[in-house]
C-alpha cells in the first residue's frame, strides 16, 4: 500500500471527516494536563507541542474506575444489569509507538484464558493512528526494547510528521480499508518517504537512556534472593502508586461495591501492587514489607511475564521514572541486578 | 556547600554516629534530584546540593530505623520538628545537616520562561540571582527569582531553625506573601458554588495514586484512615466525591503538621493543586492559634491541647 | 482520733507527706515522705519532760500565735500520736549546735538527731483527700488596722482563747494588755464576697460560729456586749436560725446590718466607724477586742497536691468534684475522693456527711474484688498504631499508658493500653487518633456510620 | 419525595450529657422546634470527627448541627475545648472548599437551656432552607441550579 | 511419580461473555459451626443454569454479597452430590461479616468454578492421608464425600483433622459420620481440650507422625493455616513422603478469580488460574521466601 500524505493544515478536514461515524480521541491539554481526550472539531496544534500523555491511553480500554454491573434488590430478588461501554467505535489519533506496542501486550493478559469482555470491546470498537516520534523524551528507553520510535506495527495506521506534511501509511488491513474510503488525501512522493526514514533513524539515535536486557531472565531468577540489593533499590521508594498507574502495560485492578444495600454498581478501579493493602490476608501479608513489592513489580515485568506471554511487559516509555516523585529508575534496578 | 556536606557525612559515617546518611543524589532525569540513602561511605561522593533539591527528606526518619544523619532544607527541617512533636522521631536519633536555602526552581516555571521543552535544555547554572539556561546552540537567562516554586516566595525560614551542622552562610527570609498566596487569594475571590466546582472537576481528575499521601512527612500513620473498611468512609475507587473527601479530611489530619514543603502538588501526576487547599491551612492555624508547624520542637502538636481563650465567635 | 489510732485497720501515718501517685483506681502505687520527727515512736512514752524542759518559746500554729510553744512539742495537748516532734528550724542543737537538753532527759533515750526521712511506697486502692481549708490572712485589710492592732483577732484565734487547752486556759482576755474585754465587735465577711481580694464566694460557717462565739462570750463574761457587723446572716442548716435568733434575744449582741470602714486606736480602745444601713445611719463602737470572720481558703499548697494526684482544681484552689449536684465526694480522676473544706468551705455537718459519703464509696469500690464499670470504654488496635501518642495527650482521665510486652520472639516492642478501669468513654481519644486504631464500645463508628446512612435514607 | 415542596433534611450531633438533655428538656418543656432535625447522640463534642460531617452532607442530608457543653462544663473536662479547635479549622476548609457555610453549624448548649436548643435549631433549618437543597455531592450539577 | 495437574480449562466458562457477571442464588440452610464459621447450603434459583453447572472438589467461586463485595471460598460440597452447594466461611473481614449475617432465603452472588482442582484420577488406586485444620477440612471434605461415594476405586484412607479447641472443631456432622463409618480410619485431635472434650488432644503434626502412614503407594491431601501446613509439611518428609506426594492448597488473596488482577501472582503463576491445588514439588520450585 503505498504511502498517502496531507498537508499539516488540512490535518482538520481529514480528522472532521473522522468524525462522522467516529468518535475521535487525540491529545489535549486543555486541563493543563496533556491527556487524550474527545477532539473538540478545532484545533489541531498537538502537533507541535504533543510528546506523550501523563495517564497512558490504556486509560482509555481499561479506565481507572470502571462501572461493570448495576445491581438492584427487585421483589423476587436481585436483577443484575450489565453496563457495557457503548458501540460507538472510535478514533485514538496520535498514540505513540511505545504505546501502541504497550496495548499489545496486554492484549495478551485480558484475552488470556477468561476472556475480559469490558477491555476486549473496548478495543475491537478502536482503532488506533499512530503518530511517530520524532523528538523523543530525555526519559525514553524504547530503543533498547526493540521498539522504534518511527515505526509501529501495533497500530492501523502509522503517522509521520515531515516538516509540513503527514506521511500515512495503513499498516493493518483495518486500517487500510479506512484509508481507502477516505478522500483528500495525495500520494506520498518518494523524497518525503525518504525524509520519514531518515526521521526515524534519527529518532532512533537520540534515545541516549537504554536499559540492558542481556540473559536478564536467569540474572533476575538468581537475584530474587538478594534481599541487600532489593532493599538497597527500594529504600528511597515512596510505595505510592504512581509508577504503576502511569505505566502502559501495567493492568493490575480492584473490584469493589458501592456501598449501598439496596441498588448500586459493582466497580473495578485501578490497584497496585506496590500498596501493602494489594495482598493482605486476614492472617498474613506475604508482601508486607516495601522491598517485596518494589521486586514483586520488577519481576512480573521482566520475569514472570516474559515467562507467560513471552515478552517483556514494558515499552520503555519512560513514564514511570519522569512521574515518580523521588526518581527512581527502572533502567538502574534492572541494570544494577 | 557541597564539599562541606561531603566531609560532614564521610565524618558521620566514620566515627559511627549515624548508621544512614539522607541526602540528595544526582537524579537520572536532568534537573531533578533523587533521594540518597546510603551507609557506605563511597556513595556519600554521589550527594549534591543545587537548585533542584524539591524532595521533602523528613519522611524517611520515620520509616528507616536506627540514627540517621539528614539533609534538610528550611521547609522540610520544620517537618522533622513536626515529626519530633508528634513522637515520631526522637531527636537525638537524628543528626541534621541544615542547609541554608535561597529557593527550588520549579521546572514547570523554567519552561514557560525559556518556551522550549525541557528536553532540549542541555545545562543550567546559577550565577548570582539568575539562571543561565543552555540549550544546544542558544543561551537564556532567567531571573531566579521567577522560576521558584510559589512556597518559596513566602519562606519565613529558609534556614533551619533546628541543626547540628549548617551547611552555610544564613539567608535571609523571602519574605513575598502575595505572591506565594496569589493562586489562593485569586481562588478565595471567586463565590462558593465556582470554588465546589474547580474541585470537583480537580478531584475527577484523580486516580487515587496516593502520591499526596505517601510524599508528606506528616501522613506517618501505619495505616491510613482510608484502608478502613469496618466502616467504610471512603471508597477504595476513585469517585470524584470520595477523592475529595479523603483530601479534605487529609488536609485537616495534616493541618498544623504541614510545613508547606509543596510536595504533595509537585507529585501529584495529574496535576492538582493541592497546595492551594494545604497553604489555606497553615494561615488559618496561624490565624486561629498562632501556631505555626516545626518551630518549636518541645510545643505540644496544636490539636492535642487547647488554650482558654481559642476563637469560638462561629459558635452560636 | 485516739479511736482511730487505735483500730487495726488504720495506720496513721503523721507529720508525713504524700510525694507522688501513680497508677490508677484500685492499683495506686503512692511515695510517702515520712519526715523525720527527730524522736523514736516506738521509745517514747510520752511523758513530755522534753517539752516542758526545752528552753526555746516560739509563738504556736496550733494556737493561731495567741499561745508560745517549745522546740521540741505536740501541737495540742491530746494530740495522737502522743509523741513530740523537733522543729529543726528553731531548736538550738540545730541552729547554735549544741544544747541536747531534750536528750539528756530523756529517760527512754528516745530523742535521736541523727533520724532520717523515711520514704514508703505502697500499693493503695483508693485516696481520699481531707487536707482542709487555710485562713485568709486579714492583715491585707488596711481598714482592719493591717494587722498592726494585737486586739484585732481572727475567728479561730478566739477559739483558742475560749478552748480550754487553750494558751489561758479558757479565760478570755485581750492580747495587748491581758484584760477582759467588755465590748467585743465580730466583723462578718472578712475576705469572703469580696471580689477585688478574690474570694468572691461566701465561706459559708463564719455566720455561725460568730453567733456561737458571742454566746461562749456572754456565758464567759456576763456583763459582755458583743456587737456583730453583717452583710446577710447565712443560716441556712438545722435549727441554725433559731440559734441565731437565741443569740439576740438571750445573749443580747447586737447585730448591726451594715459594713465597718475604719477601725483605729484611742488610747487603750479600739474605734470601729462603721454604717447601720437598716437605721441608715454612721455607727462608731467603742471596742476592747475586734473578732474578724475571716474566709476560708483553700489549703496554699492545694494546686502543687493536686498536681500530685492528678485531680483538677478551680480557680480558688478548691478541688473540683466529677458532678456539682451528682457526684460531690468523687473526682474526675477515679478512686480519688473528696472529703470536706478542701472541695468547697463546709460547715461540720457537711464535712462528716461527705466524709461518710467517700468513706462509703471507697467501701463500694473495695467491695468486690472486680470493678463494675459502664462498658463504654475504648480499646486500641495495637497492630496499626503509629504510637504518635497524641491519644495521651488529649485523654482527660490520663487512661491510656504505654507499656512494654515481648512479643513471642523475644524482641520488645512498646505499644498504647487503655485502662478500662480509669476511661469513662468520651471518645475524645477515638476522634485525635488519625489513623482511627481507636475504638470506643458502644459508640463505635460503624455504628455512627450506620446511623448516618439510616438518617439520609 | 415529589419535589414540590423540598422540606431541608438536617442532622444533628448532640453531646450526652448537655445539648442531648437540653433537647430532652426542650421536649418536655412542651418547646416546639421542627422536625427536619435528626438527632444522633454522640458521648462528647470531642468525640464528633469532621468525617462525620462530611460523610452526612455527602449522603445527601441539608445540613449538620453540632451541638456540645459550654466550654468548662464538659463532663469529661476538655472534650469541648478540643472539639472547639477542630471544628474552627473545619469550619474554615468547608467553606474555602465551597460548601455554603450555612450548611455547617455549631453551638453550645447546656443541659438547662431548653429554650436556647429549640431556638438554635430553628434558626439553623432556616439558614438551610434558604441556602436550598444539598446538590453539592450529586454527579449532575445543572448549570441552573 | 509427578502427578500431573491440569493447567488450561477454558470449557468450564459458565457465563455467555461476562465472565465477572455473577449468578444470584437462593441460600438454603445455614449451619452455624464454631461462633465464628458458618456452613451454606444454596442453589441456583432457574433450573437451565443449574443443568448446565459442573464442578470438582477442589474448585473455588468467587461470592458476592451486594453492595458490600466479593469474597473467594472453596465450593465445600462433593461433585457427586448436586442437589445443592455449600461452602464454608469464617468471620474475618468486611465481606466475611456480610456473609455470616445473611439468613435462609437470602440471596448472594456465585461465580465461577475457577481454579484447578484435586487430581482425582491420578490418585486412583492409591492410600489417601487427608491432614485438615480449622477451616481447612471445607476444601477437604468436597474431595472426601467425592472419594466416599466411589469409594473402592481408592485403597484406604486416613483423615486427621484438627482444631485448636473443641468449640472450633467444625463439620462435627461429617466428623461423626467418617468415624462411625468404617471404610476411614478418623482421626480428631484439639490443640487445647476442655473438660467436656475426651478425645486427643495435641498438635497435628506429632499426632500425624504418631499415626505414621506409610508413604508407599499414598498420597497425602492437606489444608490449613500457613503455620499448620509448614509443620505439616515438615512431619510428612519425616514419615518419607516425597514432594510430589504431597497435594495442598494455597493461601492467598485473590479478588477476580480468574488470574487478571494480580494479587494471586507468585512467580508466573496466579493461584487463582493455575492453583489453588499444587503438589508441594510444584510449590517449592516456583516459591521462594515469599512465605
Known sequence: MGYKKIKKDQLNTFLSELSKDYTVVLPSRSGGQVVFAPWDGKNTDFLDWYKNTIIPPKALFFPPVEEMFRFRKGEEGYEIEELMPDKRQQIIFGIRPCDARALKIIDMLFADTYKDPYYLRRRENSLLVGLSCNEPCDTCFCASLDISPGQSEDVDILCTDVSDNLLIEAISEKGSNLLSEMSGLSDAGSEEESKAKEMRKSAKEKIARQINLSGLQEKMRSNFENREYWEKASKKCMACGICTYVCPTCHCFDINDENRKKEGKRVRSWDSCKFPLFTRMPMENPRHEKWRRMRQRYHHKFEYYPMNFGTIACTGCGRCIRECPVNVDVTEIIGGI | MENKLKEEARKLLKEGKVDYIVGYGKGTVKFRTSPLITNKEEDIEGLVINPFIANNLSRYPAEIKGKLGIVVKGCDSRSLVSLIQDNKVKRDDIVILGVPCEGVVDIKKLVEQIGADIDQVKEIDKEGDNLIVKMDGSKKTVLFGDVIFDKCFGCEYPTPLEYDILLGSEVSPRVELEKSLKKIKEFEDINAPERWRYWKEQFSKCIRCYACRNVCPACFCERCFVDVNIPQWITTYGSWQDNLVFQLIRTLHVAGRCSDCGECERSCPVGITLRSLQRKMVEEVKGLFNYETGVDKDAPPVFTHYEATDPEEFIK | MVESSQNENIEILTYSEVEEVSGYIGNFDVRIRKKARLVDMKKCTGCGTCYQKCPVKVPSEFDMETGMRKAIYIPFPQAVPNVPVIDKVNCRMFTKGKCQICQKLCQAEAVDYEQEDEVIEDKFGAIVVATGYDLFDASVYGEYGGGRFKDVISGLQLERLISPAGPTGGHIVRPSDGKEPKNVVFIQCVGSRDPEKGFPYCSSVCCMYTAKHAVLLKEHIPDVQTNIFYMDIRSAGKNYEQFVQRTMEQYGALYIRGRVSKIYQRGDKLIVKGADTLAGSQVEVEADLVVLATAITARHDSKELAKILGIPYDQFGFFTELHPKLAPVETVTSGVFLAGACQSPKDIPDTVAAASGAAVKVAALFSGDFLSMEPLVSTIDTSVCSMCKACIEVCPYKAIQEEEITLRDGTKKKQLKVLESVCHGCGACVSTCRSSCIMLKGMTDEQIFEELMAVAQ | ?145 | MMVAVEKDKGDSLMEGDNVYIPHVMKIEKVIEETQNIKTFHFNFKDETQKAQFSFKSGQFAEYSVFGVGEATFCISSSPTRMDHLEFSVMRVGKVTQAIHELQEGDEIGFRGPYGNWFPLDSIQGKNLVFVGGGIGLAPLRSLIWNVLDNRDIYKDIVILYGARSPADLSFKYDLEAWDKDDRVNMYTTVDRGDESWTGRVGLIPPVLEEIGPSPENTVAITCGPPIMIKFTLQSLEKLGFTHDQIITTLEMRMKCGIGKCGRCNIGNIYVCKDGPVFTYSQIRNFLSDEF
Open chain 4, 1 to 145: 419525595m415529589e419535589e414540590t415542596k423540598w422540606e431541608p433534611k438536617v442532622v444533628g450531633f448532640l453531646c450526652h450529657w448537655c445539648s442531648y438533655a437540653g433537647a430532652d428538656l426542650t421536649g418536655s418543656a412542651r418547646m416546639e422546634y421542627p422536625h427536619n432535625i435528626r438527632i444522633i447522640r454522640v458521648p462528647c463534642s470531642g468525640r464528633i470527627d469532621p468525617m462525620f460531617i462530611l460523610r452526612a452532607l455527602q449522603n445527601g442530608l441539608d445540613g449538620v448541627l453540632v451541638s456540645g457543653c459550654h466550654p468548662g462544663d464538659c463532663h469529661y473536662q476538655s472534650g469541648n475545648f478540643h472539639a472547639r479547635r477542630k471544628f474552627a479549622v473545619t469550619r474554615k476548609l468547608l467553606e474555602y472548599v465551597g460548601i455554603e457555610p450555612e450548611r455547617v453549624q455549631f453551638s453550645w448548649v447546656a443541659a438547662s437551656e431548653g429554650p436556647k436548643m429549640a431556638q438554635v435549631v430553628k434558626e439553623f433549618v432556616e439558614g438551610v432552607r434558604k441556602v436550598g437543597p444539598n446538590r453539592l455531592f450529586k454527579d449532575e450539577i445543572k448549570d441552573g441550579e
